[in-house]
């Protein structure tokens, strides 16, 4: 089975998160059948590990992360790959894949564009 982590980096205030965790449940209505959870760098449960750690055991046998960060960057390109290196260290058997961040994504580029130009 398949499952889907948003990656984000968090803050100390709580209501930050508000956007990802709804981006989340729209993933969740769109297709109940895949398992999705968001991780976070710093400031707010769960971490990257512990998200990965609760959908295998959720039965997921590969995942997807999705960094929702707007460029390849040095929390994707520094504390990510270290964050993934633990994951698999605990858990070898998973496939992990790695998607781009969301701000490299032509879809995405292209939403935020039309959403700029209607503003």
């Given at each position: 089975m398949k499952?889907?982590?948003?990656?984000?980096?968090?803050?100390?205030?709580?209501?930050?998160?508000?956007?990802?965790?709804a981006i989340a449940a729209a993933m969740r209505a769109r297709q109940p059948q895949t398992p999705v959870k968001a991780a976070y760098l710093e400031f707010i449960a769960p971490s990257l590990p512990e998200a990965v750690a609760e959908l295998a055991e959720a039965g997921c046998d590969e995942i997807a992360i999705v960094p929702m960060f707007m460029a390849n960057s040095g929390h994707t390109q520094r504390d990510l790959p270290a964050l993934l290196?633990?994951?698999v260290?605990?858990?070898p058997w998973l496939a992990l894949r790695l998607a781009?961040?969301?701000?490299?994504?032509?879809?995405?580029?292209?939403?935020?564009?039309s959403y700029a130009l209607g503003a």
């Open positions: 499952g889907v982590v948003l990656f984000a980096h968090g803050a100390r205030n709580p209501e930050w998160a508000r956007p990802i965790e290196e633990l994951a260290r605990e858990r781009a961040p969301i701000g490299e994504a032509e879809a995405v580029v292209e939403a935020i564009a």
